[in-house]
């Protein structure tokens, strides 16, 4: 005889086997996930020997990685800081490499895969269509139709010049913001974008356009610069490298060109400019992240700006380049360790606005000439620019520090490029206070 027995379980104790089960599944669930799922990561370690500085040399150049900081494996030295870019195809092999070598390292970002969707998923082509248009990064193709369409809107105060041309034929597009037409007027250059993968470079430019429209002849300071000198834009300095950013390689730094000798792609253009070109801190290998190109002004982007800087050196006083990332403002000289003949000048300029973003922001910023503050970096726009005759002459390394990098999340635009305004106003309008000619009174005979 088969006896059948019921059990009886309370309500609220059948309610917690449940969620236990549930809470026990999800665990098991994220662990297998963890365990199983390698993504892109950023590694932060420091060499401590030589021999291990031999090591990271090795893994940048023989890996599928890419150097965040420093940026080339030469910089590599004793107790450098090193941001490295880990695919999650190496990302063990890397990890197990700098583990047998004694190098301890942290991980900056777990998921970069997550952050590179962020930074192009809600991308908007109409700067009408939301406030919050240039909170956002912003594709080759959106940047081109917010040039002219900016220009269509302020047609009195915003003409588009084409300048040249990219290698792979791509417009080169300044926009000149002019308030006035007042006689004998200077003028500001402000360049961004010339490294590709640096886009909250782009993002200033933008800003700086939509903040110089929107509040002259309501922010004093604004007011002043745009009233006493004309502005020069190129909001995309590398066309190409950017375009190739978002659709192929978001890690990628210089321009698109080919070398014959080779089969590489791409130079740094900020290496070839002719400032003590190609020396120590370039590269003459074509396939180096610092290829200096084949010779000074090799590339048709750099090409283009020289040209037409060269024919403005009369009016334009100030010259601005955007990068990023370390927070620094720096000025020349970037190619030898001797200082310009305005130093003072350039340091007490870049201490007055480093010191403001202190005070307003919060936020600390790095200054001095770039080869003292980093590392010889020969053949840039800013020295170049400088010994062209315009004497004032400087360089923004936006946010952050590392934590982010490249991909800056697009929450964080709106205070790098806060920071970089104000920067840039301290600076202009010491500029125009320098070169400013005071009112004389009338001789008296």
Known sequence: MQTTVTLKVDPDTMSTMLIFLLLTSLVALLKTGHSTETRDQILSFSPKTQHQVDIVRNISIQYETALWQPVAPHYIQEETQVHLFVPAASSERVKALLQMHGMSHEVLLANANELMEMQTRND????????????????????????NRTAHDF????????????????????????MNDNPNKKAMWLDCGIHAREWVSPAFCLWFVHYSLSFHQQNVDITNILDNMDVYILPVMNPDGYKY????????RKNRSISKSSGCFGADLNRNFDANWCTEGASSNPCSEIYCG???????????????????????????????????????YSYTLEESDNHNDLLEMAQEAAQKIRRYYRNIYRYGAGAKTIYLAPGGSDDWAYNLGIKYSFTFELQDRGRYGFLLPPSQISSACNEALLATKVIAL????????????????
């Open 124 to 147: 908007s082509t109409d700067p009408r269509s939301s406030s919050s248009f240039y909170e956002r990064y912003h594709s080759l193709e959106d940047i081109y139709y917010w040039i």
């Open 294 to 332: 084949a010779f000074p002004e090799s590339e048709p982007e750099s090409q283009a700006v020289a040209n037409f800087l060269r024919s403005h050196k009369d009016s334009i006083q100030l010259y601005l380049t955007i990068h990023s990332y370390s927070q620094m403002l720096l000025f020349p």
């Open 430 to 445: 010491k500029v125009l206070e320098k070169t400013q000619s005071p009112t004389s009174a009338p001789r008296t005979f």
């Open 245 to 252: 950013t978002w659709t192929t390689n978001r890690m990628w």
């Open 155 to 178: 047609p009195n105060t915003v003409k588009v010049i084409l300048i040249g041309s990219s290698y792979e034929k791509r417009p080169l597009y300044v926009l000149k913001l002019s």
